[in-house]
């Protein structure tokens, strides 16, 4: 029985940059970066890496023991870490990007130790100060009450500035999730929301139906890797740290 487990989703047909788990970031792959973050995060007992295609199957045994091949025509990484996790006996289940790999291995372990009956499904978020950042629809917004679970994910600009203000406060979604195992088989069984397609954002679907995403606020700041704009950066980064 694990406490722990996390779930690396990986699809290789990106729309926007196919096979950009597979680029190389100082002599290793996007994806095994990722898994080497999940790795250092001390509260996680497995790591799981759930691929679509053979090719990819192939890449991750190499470095990790623990890949499974699962269905190409899931829409979603959820529904994909759903079939990943049928036989795997475990409380909690933390879903990380495999496009993120600077992902922070403390984020990972806020995730998990957040995680318990009354905070079924978790995710993160960082204060946003750029204005460009802040209009950008493909950096998803969240507001939240004062028990920091969420009421609304945008790719808006959210909440709608009426008046100039001084305190305004905006915050980026971050793609990190952590769920019970139960609560993930709700999430599958849940029909699609409006919402959800409106803005195309799967989190909606929770909330439309009435149950809660407790999120956490960090400092750190994702790179994600979904354009080659993006690989660029990361690799610049990269060769910075290294």
Partial sequence: MYDNVVVIPARQAATRLPN????????????QHVYEKCKKA?????????????VLLEHCEVFCDTVILTKKEH?????RIAEAITDINCNNIINVQG??????PI??????STINPDNYMVSAMHELNNESEIHNPNNVKVVTDYNNRALYFSR???PFE?????TKTYFKHLGIYGYTKKFLSVITSL????????????????????????????????????????????????????
């Fill in 107 to 112: 984020l990972i372990n806020e995730i998990a």
């Fill in 191 to 242: 029909p699609p929301s409006n919402l959800e397609e409106t803005e195309k954002l799967e989190q909606l679907r929770v909330l439309q139906h009435g149950y809660d995403i407790k999120m956490i606020l960090t400092d750190h700041e994702p790179i994600g890797i979904d354009t080659i704009e993006d690989y660029h950066n990361a690799k610049a980064l990269f060769d910075e740290l290294i």
């Fill in 162 to 166: 009426r008046e100039k203000i001084t």
């Fill in 99 to 104: 496009d993120e790999p600077f992902i922070d």
């Fill in 20 to 31: 950009k788990l597979l680029l190389d970031l100082g002599g290793k792959s996007v994806i």
């Fill in 42 to 54: 001390s509260n996680i007992d497995l790591v799981i890496i759930a691929v679509d295609t053979q």
């Fill in 75 to 79: 829409q979603s990484g959820t529904d």
């Fill in 156 to 158: 808006a600009a959210i």
